[in-house]
């Protein structure tokens, strides 16, 4: 990770642009302004993505969802902010979010 990513650790990112849904057990995150970048597109997460999505909803910071993936799946520290910043950059390279 890069030291120009670390800030948005610290920060929490935000829902933009969609609505979504818990449906057995997945979250289903729907685009649905003009500026989403796949409109017509449906995103459904798996366990662990379901969580950071309710976490993010929830104005959780980047930091608090890195703690959850190292608490819950025993990663390391680094890698579980690793983990995170990519989840994070995928959701905001699809326009789900914006990162803080």
């Known amino acids: 990770m890069s030291d120009n990513q670390m800030p948005t650790m610290n920060r929490g990112p935000r ?3 969609v609505v979504s849904r818990m449906v057995d057990g ?12 796949h ?13 950071l999505w309710a976490m993010i ?7 608090e969802l890195a703690g959850w993936l190292e608490a819950e ?3 390391s520290a680094d890698d579980a ?6 989840f994070l950059t995928a959701l ?3 326009g789900l ?4």
């Open 15 to 17: 829902v933009r642009n």
């Open 26 to 37: 997945a979250a289903m995150v729907i685009p649905v302004e003009r500026d989403a970048r």
């Open 39 to 51: 409109k017509d597109s449906v995103y459904t997460l798996n366990e662990a993505g379901s969580r």
């Open 57 to 63: 909803e929830a104005g959780r910071k980047a930091t």
């Open 73 to 75: 799946y025993g990663l």
């Open 81 to 86: 902010a690793a983990d995170t910043e990519q």
């Open 92 to 94: 905001a390279d699809e």
């Open 97 to 100: 979010i914006e990162l803080a």
